[in-house]
């Protein structure tokens, strides 16, 4: 028998050339089951993380490292909760026998791509640039995602834009005396999950915003109706948060950088050899969520914007990895609070250190930094695209959007 890994490059390949079919007939006379495929082939039916093969493991690590009771161990067998369950990984990197894999959308993806019957829009985050080598541009991305039968990218920096603003006129407006604080980074599902289910006494200081990738998915929808949404970035939680009962339907699939890859090879696509298709469509402040910081950084720059007094007032503090993730809620919760801005990313270094980038943070943070330094906007005030994007939703500017609709907005 293959391993998953092989397995999965293996059907990849065939569902790029079109071959699915024969090859799906003959991984059954192999031996294959429909559940061992069910991963790759029904992955809305599962968890972000699935079990391949029967769990051998009689420590119980799996079980021991998930931070929110999604496994569980009935007489050595392996259960996993698909609605609990955030797609941390914890169990995933614990699991010795490599018996616990993640889910797919790739053959999913590639599916409606070769159907070719309704428009199917790339949704990619901010921490895409340097992802596919080092002098790869975000015009040669677009190219290649062209390419293999998107009809468009779409940069989330730039609803990263519309929810920094949105995050700045919250802090103006609920931050009254010293002992008001707001929690932020929407954009990490990690963060939100582990405050929801861990530490709901202070989940009331939430902000009230969808991520940037759920803001994309619904107003791309908005936009282009028949739309397929199809998000793409380091991180696997976001296939769990795609599937949250308030927010679903706004991203129909998530790819990480490693499954797109997977497809550029199947399809033989060297995106350095591609023209780019160079636009600018996202300010500074969108662009630096792709590091731990920059969601406090973006709404101070702005806050300063709006109201220069009130941009004093904020204190922000920043924690990356689970680990530091839950000292800094431990303090909060018992009233250890210097700050009155709290931004929590689950990976070390934000989603630059994502489990599934295909680069390191290291290999990465120079490439967006840059990035965003190049932007010709500093913050969402001075985007015009923003304005334009708005202005396409029926909206004049943007605190009458922020007012009035409902699209940036979750309760907690």
Same mark, same amino acid.
């Given at each position: 028998?293959?391993?998953?890994?092989?397995?999965?490059?293996?059907?990849?390949?065939?569902?790029?050339?079109?071959?699915?079919?024969?090859?799906?007939?003959?991984?059954?006379?192999?031996?294959?089951?429909?559940?061992?495929?069910?991963?790759?082939?029904?992955?809305?039916?599962?968890?972000?993380?699935?079990?391949?093969?029967?769990?051998?493991?009689?420590?119980?690590?799996?079980?021991?490292?998930?931070?929110?009771?999604?496994?569980?161990?009935?007489?050595?067998?392996?259960?996993?909760?698909?609605?609990?369950?955030?797609?941390?990984?914890?169990?995933?990197?614990?699991?010795?026998?490599?018996?616990?894999?993640?889910?797919?959308?790739?053959?999913?993806?590639?599916?409606?791509?070769?159907?070719?019957?309704?428009?199917?829009?790339?949704?990619?985050?901010?921490?895409?640039?340097?992802?596919?080598?080092?002098?790869?541009?975000?015009?040669?991305?677009?190219?290649?995602?062209?390419?293999?039968?998107?009809?468009?990218?779409?940069?989330?920096?730039?609803?990263?834009?519309?929810?920094?603003?949105?995050?700045?006129?919250?802090?103006?407006?609920?931050?009254?005396?010293?002992?008001?604080?707001?929690?932020?980074?929407?954009?990490?599902?990690?963060?939100?999950?582990?405050?929801? $289910? *861990?530490?709901? !006494? +202070?989940? =009331?200081?939430?902000?009230?915003? /969808?991520?940037?990738?759920? #803001?994309?998915?619904?107003? &791309?929808?908005?936009?282009?109706?028949?739309?397929?949404?199809?998000?793409?970035?380091?991180?696997?939680?976001?296939?769990?948060?795609?599937?949250?009962?308030?927010?679903?339907?706004?991203?129909?699939?998530?790819?990480?950088?490693?499954?797109?890859?997977?497809?550029?090879?199947?399809?033989?696509?060297?995106?350095?050899?591609?023209?780019?298709?160079?636009?600018?469509?996202?300010?500074?402040?969108?662009?630096?969520?792709?590091?731990?910081?920059?969601?406090?950084?973006?709404?101070?720059?702005?806050?300063?914007?709006?109201?220069? $007094? *009130?941009?004093? !007032? +904020?204190? =922000?503090?920043?924690?990356?990895? /689970?680990?530091?993730?839950? #000292?800094?809620?431990?303090? &909060?919760?018992?009233?250890?609070?210097?700050?009155?801005?709290?931004?929590?990313?689950?990976?070390?270094?934000?989603?630059?250190?994502?489990?599934?980038?295909?680069?390191?943070?290291?290999?990465?943070?120079?490439?967006?930094?840059?990035?965003?330094?190049?932007?010709?906007?500093?913050?969402?005030?001075?985007?015009?695209?923003?304005?334009?994007?708005?202005?396409?939703?029926?909206?004049?500017?943007?605190?009458?959007?922020?007012?009035?609709?409902?699209?940036?907005?979750?309760?907690?």
């Amino acid at each position: 028998m293959k391993t998953f890994e092989e397995l999965y490059h293996e059907v990849t390949s065939s569902a790029v050339k079109g071959n699915m079919t024969k090859t799906l007939k003959k991984l059954k006379q192999e031996g294959y089951s429909d559940n061992q495929l069910a991963c790759l082939l029904r992955p809305e039916e599962c968890a972000p993380v699935f079990k391949f093969n029967k769990c051998g493991c009689s420590d119980g690590k799996c079980v021991a490292s998930c931070l929110f009771q999604a496994i569980t161990n009935n007489d050595g067998e392996i259960f996993i909760d698909k609605g609990k369950c955030v797609g941390c990984m914890k169990c995933v990197d614990s699991c010795e026998e490599g018996n616990i894999v993640i889910t797919h959308d790739t053959l999913s993806v590639i599916n409606i791509l070769r159907q070719k019957k309704r428009a199917v829009f790339a949704l990619i985050a901010p921490a895409y640039m340097g992802q596919f080598g080092k002098n790869i541009t975000s015009g040669q991305v677009r190219t290649a995602l062209k390419t293999i039968g998107f009809t468009g990218m779409v940069e989330v920096a730039i609803f990263a834009d519309i929810l920094t603003f949105k995050e700045a006129l919250e802090f103006d407006h609920n931050i009254k005396n010293e002992d008001d604080y707001q929690l932020t980074s929407c954009c990490c599902p990690v963060w939100i999950s582990m405050i929801r $289910k *861990k530490y709901p !006494e +202070i989940a =009331t200081h939430l902000s009230k915003s /969808v991520s940037p990738m759920i #803001a994309a998915g619904r107003i &791309i929808k908005e936009l282009y109706k028949d739309a397929y949404t199809v998000f793409i970035g380091p991180c696997l939680a976001k296939k769990s948060e795609a599937r949250e009962e308030d927010v679903k339907g706004a991203v129909d699939y998530v790819l990480t950088f490693k499954e797109l890859q997977d497809i550029f090879d199947g399809a033989n696509i060297d995106i350095s050899s591609l023209e780019g298709e160079e636009m600018e469509h996202s300010s500074y402040a969108g662009r630096i969520y792709a590091k731990a910081g920059g969601v406090s950084k973006a709404v101070t720059d702005t806050l300063s914007r709006i109201d220069e $007094k *009130k941009a004093k !007032e +904020i204190k =922000t503090t920043c924690a990356s990895g /689970v680990k530091e993730c839950m #000292a800094l809620l431990n303090d &909060i919760e018992v009233g250890k609070r210097e700050f009155n801005f709290f931004e929590g990313m689950g990976c070390k270094g934000g989603c630059i250190g994502g489990p599934k980038a295909l680069k390191k943070e290291e290999e990465t943070i120079e490439k967006i930094e840059s990035y965003a330094e190049h932007s010709a906007y500093p913050t969402p005030l001075d985007n015009p695209y923003v304005i334009e994007l708005l202005h396409r939703l029926g909206f004049e500017n943007i605190p009458e959007f922020i007012e009035k609709s409902h699209i940036l907005s979750r309760e907690f």
